[in-house]
């Protein structure tokens, strides 16, 4: 939509995803697959529903809305359902979510404008103090870069820190660029080094990944490496120090390790979509420190534990 952008969470008082307390904002839409993804109500580009349904109180009036037949009374309760979703009759219409007033259908996905967007940041102006400010985060923010760049911009105008968590993949080095100058902090994903092992587990190579970080570290006053440290993916010494080696020669500082976890799972089923992760087992912080001391000690890096 023009003169929009989708975006599916704004979320408040986050003392993570940058310095201070910040506003997340959370936009829909990204081009990388990966199966662990924490967040995968932000990975299709358009509004689609979720069931959550601990919220439904059985009135079944989602029932009667559907003319696609998509939503049906769950007579045995089963698996603690009142109602079941036929995922694959579903068109995403959304009427259902409209009248459903405990949530347990809602949309995952709405398009704002920049005036709704800023509405909501200088609500939490006053909680920023010397540190706080507004964050862009996702899905991927950048495959919006027009909304953004002009959100970020108007941000600015108004004297907010501005940061953005990014994969790092856009394509144009002008468009990396024209965000680039638009935020104070920016914080981006390097999953992988070995760019055949990050295509087979995110769908892209790093290509762009590992450009823009070095472009980035020419262009941004603060950029964090953001790695997520994933059980047979990366969570070892050679893929993690492979990681910090590169950071270090790119002249980067600083290291974010964030811990997986199988917090998506959930999610994944309340959208009607299997987890494709097949580890369960979330990884715990002294699960890593063990990277933490070898990434200072060899290349005396800051690494911070978590976001």
Known sequence: ???????????????????????LVFFKGCNFKCPWCENPEGINPFPEIMYLPK????????????????????????????VEILWDRCTNCLDCAGIC???????AGKWVTVEEVLKEIMDDEHLYGDRGGVTLSGGEPTLQKDFVITLLKQCRKMGIDTAIETNGSIE???DFLAIAEQVDHMLMDIKHINSEVHKKFTGFNNKNTLRNFKLAIDNCPHVVARVPVIPDFNMNDGDILDI??????????????????????????NLGRPYEYQIKKSV????????KNL??????LVVKMGG
């Open 101 to 107: 007033y405990p949530g347990a259908i809602k949309s």
């Open 284 to 291: 715990r912080f002294e699960d890593i420190v063990i990277f």
């Open 1 to 23: 939509m023009e003169d929009k952008g989708l975006i599916f969470d704004i979320q408040h008082f986050a003392v993570h995803d940058g310095p201070g307390i910040r506003t």
């Open 244 to 269: 910090a080696h590169f950071v270090k020669d790119s002249g980067g500082k600083e290291i974010h390790l964030l811990p997986y976890h199988s917090l998506g799972a959930s999610k994944s089923e």
């Open 172 to 174: 144009s080095e002008r």
């Open 55 to 82: 919220r439904c109180i059985g009135e079944f009036e989602c029932v009667n809305k559907c003319t696609q037949g998509a939503i049906i009374k769950n007579e045995d309760n089963k698996d603690h359902k009142r």
């Open 295 to 300: 990434i200072k000690e060899r290349y005396g």
